[in-house]
């Protein structure tokens, strides 16, 4: 029979897929002798067989009554005993952290009876009475559903009609009234008491924390980080300590570094008389961890070693929940700490210099998506602006937006292109969807490691919590900052840096790259073997694109040189021409500007080599809706142009043979630029000229003729390359054909996609797709993560086909897949030569290609091990 509950003590060989992160990390600092309280985990297999079956699976229960009985003799109290109870809090802990996404009930056990023995062993009516009306409003909206504003708003009741603030205020005899009233609460909402069985709270609570796995936030969030969803979570059984019991007792959060900037040193904070809800719920605003050293000395330098030695075991900045009782510490979870970018980088490269882990390690330990986070703007240090509130800078970069007070609307406004800051009290796990569309979070209440804060940082979004000159009224959709009312959709500007809230919109600059982040690139240069490029259609991209050590452009559009008002003029006069002649005289005033542009990009990629891509999409784009033509001739040419389905129509190499004038210009202009560049420097371009959407050899072969026959007589004896784009199948089904004429293929994977999938894009997104991504018929967006199976095959397919015919032909990707990790990390694995990508995602390209070749060999490690 299939074993299901681990206590903390025993040996499991499972690991982390078994008992989940906070599970090891209790079993792991139990073995360290680390303080901990006792427990036991019950493992993901028996989630994923509850989650199967519908059930709990057979024996689990028996299970959990010999692993109860077992902590019965460790502390010895008993389960559900009226005199001495034991109480035990019930956690969740997948393999994979999920912070606030799923649920956790404390102090299981009280009953109408026990809290008057807990009160009377510990001699301590307010404790115990505290940790009642706790239970009863956790086990409702946790174990029942119900809405948790019933009981926060009896609470605020409570303590305005008392005169009081905090709830540490309330006295006993406050608290026994509050039960009663979230008894009744309770009652109405299910109709039925609250249980007074401790084990029939205990089984409910399992069932609960199984449960939650489906929530929709737990779903949002795993499909945001690409979290499997059949891997479930196990359940944390652990013995109550109490850090609500008085001035002697507080509980915290720690990390072991910043997390926000990687610095070591102390960083964390903590609520004397509380329980650990208190502190990332926001409930009320935590002291910094520093004032432990006053108040609760002992305890404070125990911290601090046990927090040394957990960073040296794991090799990792640590985060540490922990409670002290009565002054004395206990652990209650540690974990791979949630960080920014900015953090992880320079974590990194420190630890790499204290010897704690090798420059590959530092490598793979950074998320290549994250890089975005160093790339976010910051506000212009020129702006004059008033600083109408200042909180915590809980999460760094700047964002201006509109205000918008709930997450529904975040999400909706946000999808629809807006720019909004989410603002409220304290956002809850309930609010992801919402954090995931907005470009900042304002929060009045909550400190660092409350939940907007770990959140915001992990998603790499600015956020400013706890700002107390922040007031909202949801009712009338206002806010007050610093004293300035505002309505929902008025602007403000957060930056999560120094937690500054400024009314109005500031303007904001690019951030600047520092040495740990350039260090950590030169690393993962001297690993990789991809060459990474850039797709830049100006001189001031290439420029940036160089800057974050793009080798080159992998993709130069060459329509985008075409608008601007004089240019666009001439490109409607060669539409509207009714000859070759008319069309002649049109491009030839075009001319100096495509050789212009060409100039400027080959002389600031001086060195390093310039894909660019002839004219690709169909000519109506450059002509205005038929109903805003300027005149009669123009609407004919509108309707003549017409398809009725462009993206498959006349566009690409398809236009260059039906008007080869069009692709003779701009080969004419390539050439006279890389001429010209040669001239004044002395050192000849490294040219690529790319024919697009290609599919048959012979297509590819009269094309490359008319270039040959342009280039020898604006460039003679420049060396050039000229390809193709691979973005229709049967340009990967026949790559060996079209390699006989092509010096190089570029798989342009955006419309590779669209024809492979048989899927337009602007008709997917945001219509069925997103259907398929939530309702799981697809895990991931196809346009952001190449489909390995269906694209990749042919990707496949035409590099094997491609170099059987041509050896030494230049492969490389130029669709945003190129920017994206796992992406990358396929194209290495296929043998590209490069890949190109937006210049603010060359650096995420360097490290995804760096660990790529890492991964790599950790495989051919573990397959020569035998595993």
């Known amino acids: 029979m299939t074993r299901y509950v681990y206590d903390f003590d025993e040996p499991s060989s499972g690991g982390r897929e078994l008992l989940g992160g906070k599970g090891i990390g209790l079993a792991e600092m139990t073995q360290l002798g680390v303080p901990v309280p006792a427990g036991f985990t019950i493992t993901t297999d028996a989630c994923r067989a509850y989650l199967r079956e519908g059930g709990l699976p057979e024996g689990l ?38 912070p606030g996404m799923m649920d956790t009930i404390l102090n299981l056990g009280l009953n109408d009876a026990a809290v008057e023995g807990l009160a009377r062993t510990t001699e301590n009516v307010r404790f115990a009475r505290d940790s009642h009306r706790r239970l009863v409003q956790m086990y409702g909206e946790v174990v029942d559903g119900i809405d948790g504003h019933r009981f926060e708003h009896a609470l605020g009741e409570l303590k305005r009609e008392r005169g009081v603030q905090q709830d540490v205020d309330l006295s006993a005899d406050d608290l026994s009234r509050l039960i009663e009233t979230f008894e009744q609460i309770y009652r ?10 401790a084990r029939e709270q205990l089984r409910r609570a399992v069932l609960a924390v199984f449960e939650s796995w489906g929530n929709p936030r737990a779903q949002v969030y795993r499909r945001t980080y690409g979290i499997p969803d059949d891997i479930g979570t196990a359940v944390n059984v652990v013995q109550m300590v109490f850090g609500n019991k008085g001035d002697r007792s507080a509980t915290g959060v720690c990390f072991t570094r910043d997390p926000s900037t990687g610095e070591t040193g102390l960083y964390g904070e903590y609520l004397v008389n509380a329980q650990g809800e208190d502190v990332v719920a926001g409930i009320r605003t935590p002291q910094p961890i520093e004032e432990m050293r006053e108040r609760l000395p002992d ?12 960073e040296q075991h794991y090799r990792d900045m640590q985060d540490i929940e922990f409670t002290i009782e009565d002054g004395r510490l206990y652990l209650l979870q540690t974990r791979s700490a949630k960080r920014t970018a900015a953090a992880a980088v320079k974590a990194a490269v420190d630890m790499t210099a204290e010897g704690l882990i090798t420059r590959d390690e530092a490598i793979v330990r950074i998320d290549p998506a994250s890089l975005d986070q160093l790339l976010h703007p910051m506000l212009d240090p020129a702006a004059e602006f008033e600083v109408a509130a200042r909180g915590l800078n809980a999460s760094p970069g700047a964002a201006c937006g509109a205000i ?5 609307t975040a999400e909706e406004r946000g999808k629809a292109g807006e720019s909004v800051i989410l603002v409220g009290w304290e956002t809850t796990p309930d609010d992801i969807h919402g954090m995931i569309q907005a470009k900042g979070v304002l929060t009045a209440h909550g400190g660092m490691t409350s939940h907007a804060a770990v959140v915001a940082r992990g998603m790499g979004k600015p956020c400013v919590a706890g700002c107390e000159g922040l007031e909202i009224d949801r009712a009338s959709k206002t806010v007050r900052i610093g004293g300035t009312e505002l309505h929902e959709g008025d602007t403000i500007t957060i930056d999560g840096g120094t937690g500054r809230v400024i009314v109005g919109e500031v303007p904001l600059v690019p951030p ?12 993962a240069d001297d690993v990789r073997r991809l060459k990474v490029r850039a797709n830049a259609d100006n001189a001031e991209d290439a420029a940036k694109a160089r800057e974050f050590g793009a080798q080159g452009i992998g993709l130069c559009r060459t329509e985008h040189m075409f608008f601007g008002e004089e240019r666009l003029r001439a490109v409607q006069e060669m539409i509207l021409a009714s000859d070759e002649e008319g069309r002649r005289a049109a491009l030839e005033r075009l001319l100096p500007f495509q050789q212009s542009d060409f100039e400027a990009i080959f002389e600031t990629m001086a060195g390093l080599p310039v894909t660019v891509r002839l004219l690709d999409p169909p000519l109506h784009e450059f002509l205005p809706p038929i109903e805003e033509a300027a005149d009669e001739r ?11 389905n462009p993206m498959l129509g006349t566009r690409g190499c398809r236009l260059g043979l039906l008007w080869p004038e069009i692709y003779e210009m701009q080969v004419r202009a390539i050439g006279r630029a890389a001429r010209a560049v040669q001239e004044r420097s002395g050192d000849a371009p490294l040219v690529e000229i790319m024919h697009p959407l290609v599919g048959f050899r012979e297509e590819l072969r009269r094309l490359r003729e008319l270039t040959e026959q342009v280039m020898a007589k604006e460039a003679p004896g420049l060396e050039y390359l000229c390809g193709t784009m691979i973005e229709v199948p049967r340009a990967a089904l026949r790559a060996d054909e079209i390699a006989d004429v092509a010096d190089f293929f570029s798989f342009g994977t955006n419309d590779l996609t669209q024809t492979t999938l048989g899927m337009s894009r602007d008709d997917a997104e945001g219509k069925f797709l997103t259907f398929y991504l939530e309702d799981g018929v697809l895990e991931q967006n196809p346009f952001e993560t190449l489909d390995l199976d269906g694209v990749g095959d042919l990707m496949r397919i035409g590099v094997e086909r491609g170099r059987t015919a041509k050896p030494d032909i230049k492969l490389g990707i130029c669709g945003e897949h190129g920017g994206e990790p796992k992406s990358v990390e396929f194209c290495h694995r296929l043998g590209l030569d490069y890949v190109s990508c937006s210049p603010y995602r060359v650096p995420l390209a360097r490290l995804a290609a760096a660990q790529a070749v890492l991964h790599e060999g950790s495989r051919a490690l573990y397959a020569a091990a035998g595993g």
């Open 299 to 310: 305890a404070f330098e125990q911290l601090l070693e046990t927090m040394a030695r957990l």
């Open 512 to 523: 600047q790259l520092n040495e740990d982040f350039e260090t950590i690139l030169d690393w």
């Open 188 to 197: 109405h909402e299910t109709a039925a008491d609250f249980p007074q069985d």
């Open 634 to 644: 123009m609407r004919r040419r509108i309707k003549a142009l017409s398809e009725s």
């Open 61 to 98: 229960e028996d299970e959990v009554a010999r692993h109860i009985a077992v902590l019965e003799q460790k502390t010895g109290k008993r389960f559900g005993d009226a005199g001495d109870p034991l109480l035990v809090s019930v956690r969740s802990g997948a393999a994979v952290s999920m």
């Open 404 to 408: 918008v007070l709930d997450a529904d």
